[in-house]
Nanobody
Framework: QVQLVESGGGLVQAGGSLRLSCAAS????????MGWFRQAPGKEREFVAA????????YNADSVKGRFTMSRDNAKNTVYLQMNSLKPEDTAIYYC????????????????????WGQGTQVTVSS
């Protein structure tokens, strides 16, 4: 079982930036897909970005392309989500998720494809 701990959320004005971190622990991680999802009040959990361990390839939702960048530090078992040009509609709880293998493109955006989740970190963007 992998434990995930997110950090870095907060309150920021529109146009500002935040960097979220997700640290994984609990087992040796040699292959994975890690994802960021978000959930706003009254809405379903939404895919934001994903990254694979093997190639470091990243995949972003259309709503965040050009603004958000996901990266990884395998030595630290940590992934990051750099969020720039934030908009009020980015306000949500952001969750980190883990799957112990590479996920196919057709399913990596589905919350059901992931095994472990963090507790979430709140991001609030004021207008």
């Amino acid at each position: 079982q992998v434990q995930l701990v997110e950090s870095g959320g907060g309150l920021v004005q529109a146009g500002g930036s935040l960097r979220l971190s997700c640290a994984a622990s609990g087992r040796t991680i040699s292959s994975y897909t890690m994802g960021w999802f978000r959930q706003a009040p009254g809405k379903e959990r939404e895919f934001v970005a994903a990254i694979t361990w093997s190639g470091g390839s990243t995949y972003n939702a259309d709503s965040v392309k050009g603004r958000f960048t996901m990266s990884r530090d395998n030595a630290k078992n940590t992934v990051y989500l750099q969020m720039n040009s934030l908009k009020p509609e980015d306000t949500a709880i952001y969750y980190c998720a883990f799957k112990s293998r590479s996920l196919a493109p057709t399913i990596r955006s589905s919350p059901n494809a992931y095994d472990s989740w963090g507790q979430g970190t709140q991001v609030t963007v004021s207008s």
